[in-house]
């Protein structure tokens, strides 16, 4: 006797199928039987992790035994000396996608709605529906946030707006003096998410800062990762920043224990290791000036992007172009799923690595 645990399921849930993360080297390497390969599929940083917070991660490795602290003291301190924030403001995450689900978890009921962007992070989607509620898909601008459109989206069912600033997939990026206007129009009961995933990267006179916004907008959240420009993906730590009242909520459903000993002294050492943001910031800028010169003289178009990645318009379907890479050895992600099918994202990687990206590209595309 069988049973259909889908029907035991949630509504949301039996609506969602699992996210599909940028294929491993290790898997590309099982099913090809091919080596030296590179992958450029999940925005990672490529210098490798910062030596500090490698020699702090092992030494937390000989307490593996403990559990970690569970309240990341050492880490909270470590983020109010760097960006000023006290310890009542932050909340812990296993990644900033951990936090994204804590946030949905405590404000959306069945019913209730989210607006987000067109083309924006497949993670808003999914915890939407997760938890029951409805995604409001506002249409893009050029790749980008259009901010009226999603401020005419939201409505008496709203409870949540998502912003990714720069965006993911797309890496456009709004201006301060358009995401302030936003913030100033939106009702106090709906709380803003302001995804920073990427914000280092940013470069500009015009970048809003998020954490500088946190005391003039009581209902905003900002999410920030140590995955990305910190080098951290591997170990998963990410945090929320939000007023005493919202964290407090936060913090009621985030599981004890969850981000681990090592992830937590890796992090605190980083930020304490500013040559190595330094130098995540400038390779990335060169190698996206790099992969910008390559695609044009291949006479492609591309979304001029503020993240640690570049989307290229393939002008054809883009599955077969990345099934094509990758029999040569080239792992990028196939936009298909964002309602993208003719664009791949390349994350930036060393200038060896976006030359061979780019060689393969040429080759793909001429036959």
């Known amino acids: 006797m069988s049973c259909d645990f889908m029907a035991l399921a949630t509504l949301g849930v039996q609506g ?36 500090c917070a490698l020699a702090a991660a092992r030494a937390a490795l000989t307490e593996a035994t403990r559990y970690p602290d569970s309240n990341g003291f050492e880490l909270k301190r ?35 709605e989210v607006v987000f962007s067109e083309y924006a992070f497949a993670v808003y989607p999914i915890v939407t529906q997760a938890c029951g509620a409805r995604a409001v898909i506002a249409p893009a601008h050029e790749y980008g946030h259009n901010l009226q459109a999603m401020a ?4 008496e069912r709203t ?11 797309t890496g456009t990026a709004l201006p301060r003096d358009q995401l302030i ?91 304490d290791d500013t040559d190595y943001l330094q130098r995540s910031v400038e390779v990335n800028r060169a190698g996206m000036n790099q992969l910008e010169q390559g695609l044009i003289r291949q006479g492609l178009g591309f979304i001029p992007s503020h ?12 599955q077969p172009v990345f099934a094509a890479l990758l029999r040569e050895g080239v792992i990028v992600r196939p936009l298909g799923g964002y309602r993208m099918p003719h664009h791949l994202r ?12 780019l060689r393969a590209l040429k080759q793909v595309l001429a036959c």
């Open 16 to 51: 969602l199928m699992p996210y599909e993360a940028g294929k491993p080297v290790s898997e590309l390497e099982r099913e090809l039987g091919i080596s030296n390969i590179v992958k450029l599929a999940s925005n990672e940083n490529p210098l490798g992790p910062s030596a």
């Open 78 to 112: 470590a983020l109010h000396h760097h960006y000023g924030l006290d310890a009542d403001l932050l909340t812990l995450g296993n990644g900033s996608n951990d936090v994204l689900e804590l946030i949905a978890r405590v404000f959306l009921n069945p019913g209730d």
């Open 152 to 155: 005419e989206a939201i409505g």
């Open 159 to 169: 409870r949540l707006v998502f912003i990714a600033n720069p965006n993911n997939p």
């Open 181 to 271: 206007a936003f913030l100033d129009g939106v009702p106090d009961n709906i709380v803003v998410v302001l995804d920073e995933a990427y914000t280092e990267y940013m470069q500009g006179e015009d970048i809003p800062d998020g954490l500088e916004l946190l005391p003039h907008y009581p209902n905003l959240v900002v999410t920030r990762t140590f995955s990305k420009a910190w080098g951290l993906a591997g170990l998963r730590v990410g945090f929320a920043a939000a007023s005493p009242d919202i964290t407090d909520l936060l913090n009621r459903v985030r599981q004890p224990f969850n981000v681990s000993e090592p992830a937590l002294a890796a992090a605190c050492a980083v930020l």
């Open 307 to 318: 993240g640690n990645f570049i989307t290229v318009d393939v002008a054809r379907e883009a």
């Open 346 to 357: 390349v994350s930036i990687g060393l200038p060896e690595e976006n030359d061979r990206f």
